[in-house]
């Protein structure tokens, strides 16, 4: 049988109504842990949230990594490559890559009665995954890419209201192609709306049936601005860019165009270092709010130890180590914190998912990408900060729990 243990589940349990004084600063300690877990996982649910909303709507814009002609620049215009490549197969077959598809973009300017648009177009085939556009749907439909050549296009939601474009409507388009003096015109009608919250990207990208630029660019059938690889995982991306850069290179004959593998973290580097800060953010948030609840459970232990000094003197009297009576102290004070990170971890959770599947607390997309506040509840994320406050607050107590070796039993347990 463990004493110490015995002793601290009596005190925790305890109702003792003469230690009022000692009972009330507890309580206040242990609602500080409470309310430092509720702003833990908030912080990382939210800082999770956001990165995982805004890395899915850049990806589902641009992709984790792009294969395209060396020679093409940043632009949007872009140098072709042959849609037949020896490397495909392979590339698709990687356990680390989701989804593979080509993919044309061409800049271009639609013209209204009343405003004028910079837009950049990106074609796409029947191997396209429409699973983010449709989950940023506003009105219409897929785009049907069958044997015919389709006019529907998709638009943003920020597009359709500046320039007065409903499900429907039709509307011109201009383009320029090197060594032609006079724009190309084609005419499109609306299919489809979508919405995503990031306004640099629904100001710019409008999709359309690929077989239209490949016409505009007279390019031939079997000709693309390269593929898209979508990855499972985006920590893995750096490791897997230099992977397919050296499947490329296997596969590559002296008369092939020479490939090259464009990095998404690399092409938008503003959005993912601005990502990357909140990571600091968010360590600031743990250790502020582990320091506060750990010099909380120190204030509280010593309280304690100082009201049970007479405990503590009949503990040593009768043959007690210090060593056991300090564990006695870190027991109770181990019961304390876990009961703190309990309703922490109960009040943080439901007001968590209360913001995830209610969408309480909206923000302004123009400035946050977003919508509302996103929040990712975590198991991973849970556990690492309950243990990770557990171990640092007892680790912290372990000095003020060596006050008990300067109680002297003889001066403790006077009755006079």
């Known amino acids: 049988m463990n004493t110490e243990l015995f002793i601290a589940r009596r005190l925790f349990s305890s109702k003792d109504q003469t230690q009022r004084m000692s009972r009330r600063i507890v309580r206040l300690a242990v609602a500080g842990i409470s309310l430092g877990m509720v702003v833990m996982i908030l912080a990382v649910g939210i800082v999770t949230g956001f990165q995982r909303e805004i890395e899915e709507k850049v990806n589902g814009f641009a992709a984790h990594l792009q294969v395209v002609n060396y020679d093409s620049n940043l632009s949007y215009q872009t140098e072709s490559i042959n849609q037949d490549q020896p490397f495909l197969e392979e590339l698709k077959a990687m356990s680390e890559v989701k989804h593979v598809q080509q993919f044309i973009t061409k800049p271009g300017m639609i013209r209204t009665e009343d405003a004028i648009q910079g837009m ?23 785009l049907v890419l069958d044997s015919l050549r389709t006019n529907q296009v998709w638009i943003s939601e920020q597009i359709s209201n500046l320039l007065q474009l409903g499900l429907g409507d039709s509307f011109r388009m201009y383009f320029l192609n090197e060594n032609e003096r006079t724009p190309r015109i084609r005419q499109f009608e609306v299919g489809g709306i979508y919405r995503t919250g990031l306004e640099e990207f629904d100001e710019m990208f409008m999709l359309i049936d690929i077989r239209h630029l490949q016409s505009l660019n007279s390019w031939a059938e079997d000709e693309i601005s390269g593929y898209e690889v979508f990855v499972n995982d985006l920590d893995e991306v750096d490791e897997l860019e230099y992977e397919v850069r050296n499947l490329i290179l296997a596969n590559l004959a002296d008369e092939d165009t020479l490939l090259r593998v ?63 009576v300090r564990k006695i102290f870190l027991y109770f004070s181990a019961f304390l914190i876990g009961e703190g990170l309990l309703w922490g971890n109960v009040l943080g959770l439901m007001l968590g998912l209360l913001q995830h599947y209610f969408e309480i607390i909206h923000l302004d997309p123009t400035s946050y990408y977003v919508d509302t506040v996103p929040v990712n509840i975590s198991i991973l994320h849970l556990l690492l900060l309950n243990i990770g406050a557990l171990g640092i607050t007892i680790f912290m107590l372990l000095g003020p729990s060596y006050f008990v070796s300067r109680i002297a039993p003889e001066k403790t347990i006077r009755f006079d």
């Open 120 to 142: 950049v177009l990106k074609g796409i085939g029947t191997d396209f995954d429409w699973n983010f556009f449709d989950h940023n749907q506003v009105a219409g439909s897929r």
């Open 262 to 324: 464009i990095n998404i973290k690399r092409k938008f580097p503003h959005i993912f270092d601005w990502l990357n800060l909140l990571d600091m953010n968010v360590w600031i948030i743990l250790v502020l709010m582990v320091l506060v609840a750990g010099f909380n459970m120190v204030s509280g232990l010593l309280v304690i130890i100082l009201e049970r000094t007479q405990m503590i003197g009949i503990l040593k009297s009768l043959g007690a180590a210090n060593v056991n």
